[in-house]
Structures are given as C-alpha cells and as structure tokens.
Nanobody, 116 residues
Framework: QVQLVESGGGLVQAGGSLRLSCAASGMIFSINDMGWYRQAPGKQREFVAS???????AYVDSVKGRFTISRENARNTVYLQMNSLKPEDTAVYYC??????????WGKGTLVTISS
C-alpha cells in the first residue's frame, strides 16, 4: 500500500501563490508517476500536472506557465507551485501516485480557494 498526504492548501486572493506538497509513504518503490488532480464544486475531477521518476512533466493547458510540478525522490515528496492563481483554480487538489502496473493511489485532498 501507498499513503499520500497533501498539505499547503488555503485561501488566497487572485494573483497570489500557493505551494502544495504531497508526502508519500509505504510501498513507494512501486510508484513511478506522481501528479496532481483537482475537483471543483459540481465538476468532475480533472488532471492538472504529472511528473515521472526521471523528471518528465505534463500539464493541462489551463495551468501551463503558471503551475510547476517537481519532486524530491529522496524525500518521497512531490510539489505543485501555483502562481498567478485565478478564481477558477478553486478546487480540492488531490495527489496521485501511479505504479508501473497502472495502479492509482490517492490522497484525501487539500482545499484551495481563490478569492476574486
């Protein structure tokens, strides 16, 4: 089993920044890709960003140039630096870990609220 714990959410004004963290524990050797998803009220969960073990990244178009995903393999931690935040970024942000076999692990989420 893999446990993922997010932190860093909160309330900020539009244009501000937040840094989310996700600490992994347990059978972390099985995890290859890590990423962030978000779910806004009344909407489906959507992909935000991902990073492979060797550092290759991917982003949804709406956050490109504003969000940066990174990971510290030695600390089993992945980060999401969010800049120039917009009210439409308001959502619960979930950390995701995916094994080489395609099994997904999820954290419980951290709430990000952007005020206009």
């Amino acid at each position: 089993q893999v446990q993922l714990v997010e932190s860093g959410g909160g309330l900020v004004q539009a244009g501000g920044s937040l840094r989310l963290s996700c600490a992994a524990s347990g059978m972390i050797f099985s995890i290859n890709d890590m990423g962030w998803y978000r779910q806004a009220p009344g909407k489906q969960r959507e992909f935000v960003a991902s990073i492979t073990r060797d550092g290759s990244t991917a982003y949804v178009d709406s956050v490109k140039g504003r969000f940066t995903i990174s990971r510290e393999n030695a600390r089993n931690t992945v980060y999401l630096q969010m800049n120039s935040l917009k009210p439409e970024d308001t959502a619960v942000y979930y950390c995701n870990g995916r094994s080489l076999r395609g099994m997904d692990y999820w954290g419980k989420g951290t709430l990000v609220t952007i005020s206009s």
